[in-house]
């Protein structure tokens, strides 16, 4: 008789254990079924007070295609099997527990107040039930009461709120600038920011929070990883649902290409494509600057030039620059330079003279701004004016430095390389589209041994730009 009692416990214990594994083997097919076009109810719930809070999942499909409403219809009841909804929670002691019992009620929308539409029991301890009667989209909240071994009700959770929303799928069939009715924006160009967008299930933006259909708008980044995306200012709807009219910052629009995503409550978004595809750069890609003039040097410390040839300021000196701007941006263009200065000097005294030439090279790295001014009666801009910072590290080259006596006697030549660096500023001021005067100043720091030297370079230039 004990034998035949433990077979019997056995065989139920089987049987229990297969049944849960096809409980959750359907779950899965079932969610592995479900269409692509739902609409999902999202959830922020509190901690209950034993374990974790249920989570609310819910999906629907809904075609709203105007010109096809009965094939719609007719769709929606062939694919009436792939629909799904689902409550999922979790349970810290599940082998405590023989089932669950889900409350659902409804939010009536004119009353504000709640009314219970369904009850569903678990047949078993899973922590998952299918809503049948599939749940219309709109605002619900529900509670789960656990029933112990013994069947009483033992535990039972606070109300927790959710959303079904409206699927709709979003399209975007064509984008254009208003300025120019293109979808390529030149920043030397004057822009406000004002798109016109056409295409399908374009809605309003919530408008409150039991909102269960709406479209959110955003302008994507790509190829730029975790690149914050951009939300517009919507300055108009079309009843239709097919027209809108938005305004981004243009300020935040930096050279790039992005895409206008929509998305409808559900999660539904439009693919991103050319159709909905923004370029923003500049006219020309790369700037070429070259420029030569005048600069007096004037070394600022150390009495070593000034104590063998009488003076620290020596004004025949000339001054080129060169610089190459690729990356060009909204906010300044970016590149690398060239600069380079000669000076002549020499000074007579009574019984000697002494002379040599005082060279200087480094390489930079340039910032520049440029300043632009709309011109009058156009949608244009004209480029009057450009600041720039550098900087960078060269050499600094005292060369062939000799004293000449009577009877042409000469002392050797002094030629002494030396590491030195450069920091400096200048503005461009622009007479036509490409030539341009240069006025600025370069600090150069040059280490010398047994030598402090600081020299100030103030320049004026004539410039073209390639």
Request: proline share 4%; glycine share 6%.
């Amino acid at each position: 008789m004990a034998i035949k009692t433990r077979l019997l416990l056995a065989m139920l214990l089987i049987i229990c254990f297969s049944h849960s594994l096809y409980a959750k083997s359907r779950k899965k097919t079932d969610a592995e079924n479900g269409l692509k076009q739902i609409s999902s109810a999202t959830n922020n719930l509190p901690d209950k007070a034993a374990g974790n809070a249920p989570v609310a999942e819910s999906r629907e499909s809904l075609e709203t295609d105007e010109n096809s409403l009965q094939d719609a219809e007719e769709s929606a009841e062939k694919s009436a099997e792939e629909k799904w909804q689902y409550l999922e929670w979790e349970e810290e002691n599940p082998e405590f527990v023989l089932n669950y019992e889900v409350v659902i009620e409804a939010l009536e929308e004119k009353k504000g107040t709640y009314t219970e539409i369904n009850r569903l029991q678990t047949e078993t301890n899973t922590t998952y039930i299918q809503v049948k009667p599939l749940l219309p989209p709109g605002n619900y909240r529900y509670k789960v009461i656990t029933y112990n071994l013994i069947g009483i009700a033992e535990v039972e959770s606070d109300w927790f709120e959710f959303r079904i929303f409206k699927a709709f799928q979003p399209e975007i069939s064509n984008i254009s600038a208003t300025v120019n009715h293109s979808s390529t924006l030149f920043l030397e160009e004057i822009n406000n920011g004002i798109f016109n967008i056409t295409g399908k299930n374009l809605f309003e933006e919530p408008q409150s929070k039991t909102d269960i259909s709406f479209t959110t708008y955003a302008l994507e980044r790509q190829k730029k990883k975790n690149a914050i995306p951009l939300v517009p200012q919507i300055l108009e709807y079309d009843d239709k649902n097919r027209h809108l009219k938005v305004q981004f910052n243009m300020k935040e629009l930096d050279v790039g290409t992005y895409n206008f995503i929509a998305m409808d409550a559900s999660g539904l978004k439009n693919p991103a494509d050319k159709k909905n595809e923004i370029t923003v750069k500049f006219k020309k890609r790369v700037d070429f600057d070259i420029s030569g003039g005048y600069t007096l040097p004037v070394i600022l410390f150390d009495d070593t030039i000034k104590n063998y040839m009488g003076s620290n300021v020596w004004p025949l000196s000339l001054t080129a620059r060169l610089s190459l701007m690729p990356f060009k941006h909204s906010f300044g263009y970016f590149g690398l330079g060239l600069t380079g200065s000669y000076t002549r000097m020499f000074s007579n005294f009574d019984s000697y003279s002494v002379d040599g030439n005082l060279i200087t090279s480094h390489a930079l790295f340039v910032y520049q701004l440029p300043v632009r001014t709309k011109i009058k009666n156009s949608d244009s801009r004209k480029h009057i004016m450009t600041l720039e910072l550098h900087g960078g590290p060269g050499f600094t080259f005292f060369n062939d430095f000799k004293f000449h006596f009577d009877h042409d006697i000469n002392s050797d030549p002094l030629n002494s390389l030396n590491i030195s660096i450069n920091a400096g500023f200048a503005a461009q001021i622009y007479i036509t589209n490409r030539l341009y005067t240069e006025i600025g100043a370069d600090y150069i720091m040059a280490f010398v041994s047994d030598m402090g030297f600081g020299m100030l370079e103030p320049e004026i230039s004539i410039g073209w730009q390639f």
